[in-house]
């Protein structure tokens, strides 16, 4: 299966804009980059997903390297409840129709006030 | 709408007990899968299903079995508990067939610890 590396933890500031990194430099051609987030003491939440084009959305941008080995997750303006982990996951087909998404350890962003 | 519900929130069991945690979700979605999280960790894949009576094994399927009967309801049994499935259990759903639209939906998660 095709992994994902990304930096333990990250810190940002309030109010600042924050770029979290994600290298998946052993993508296929039909593995699509998504992206959660799990706050403290709860389930992981849907945050945004693509495939080849930058991506936006309410709650974030995803902006994905021409050669799709790179991606990285941006938050406009971090808020003290953007603090959570944020997992970067490829979405790839496992054979016979069915399909994995797997959570490595994931970046912890703390915001500071 | 009530999203995927976890049934209990919290269980502490022997080793050697048995027991389902329940998932339910009422979106309709054809895809329901299990996590577990221990603590400091990532999540897991224990078993998923793309659809009734379609199940299949993730990374971590020891020492658990899955149905899936219907479309709304994906349980998780431990056949004989042991301390080493103390975690978090999560469950996910969504829809199937078209990466476009396919997002997770996961469930607030259910605390087990095995004594």
């Known amino acids: 299966d095709a992994k994902t590396t990304q930096p333990n933890s990250m810190e940002s500031n309030e109010e600042e804009p924050v770029h979290l990194p994600c290298n998946h430099s052993t993508i296929s051609g039909t593995d699509y980059i998504h992206w959660y987030r799990q706050l403290p003491s709860q389930g992981p939440e849907y945050v945004i997903h693509g495939l080849t084009s930058n991506v936006n959305n309410r709650m974030a941008s995803l902006a994905i390297a021409e050669d799709r080995k790179s991606s990285t997750l941006i938050l406009h303006r971090a808020t003290l409840r953007d603090a959570a982990v944020y997992y970067c996951i490829l979405r790839g087909y496992s054979g016979a129709g069915s399909y994995q998404l797997t959570f490595g350890k994931g970046t912890k962003l703390s915001v500071i006030p | ?115």
């Open chain 2, 1 to 115: 709408n009530a999203g995927v519900t976890q049934t209990p929130k919290f269980q502490v069991l022997k080793t050697g007990q048995s027991m389902t945690l329940q998932c339910a979700q009422d979106m309709n979605h054809e895809y329901m899968s299990w996590y577990r999280q221990d603590p400091g960790m990532g999540l897991r894949l224990i078993h998923y299903s793309v659809g009734a009576g379609i199940t299949d094994q993730g990374e971590v399927p020891n020492g658990y079995n899955v149905s899936r009967s219907t479309t709304e309801d994906f349980p998780l049994r431990l056949l004989s508990a042991a301390p080493s499935q103390t975690s978090v259990y999560f469950c996910a759903s969504s829809s199937w067939g078209s990466a476009t639209n396919e997002k997770l939906f996961f469930g607030s998660g259910t605390q087990l610890s095995v004594l």
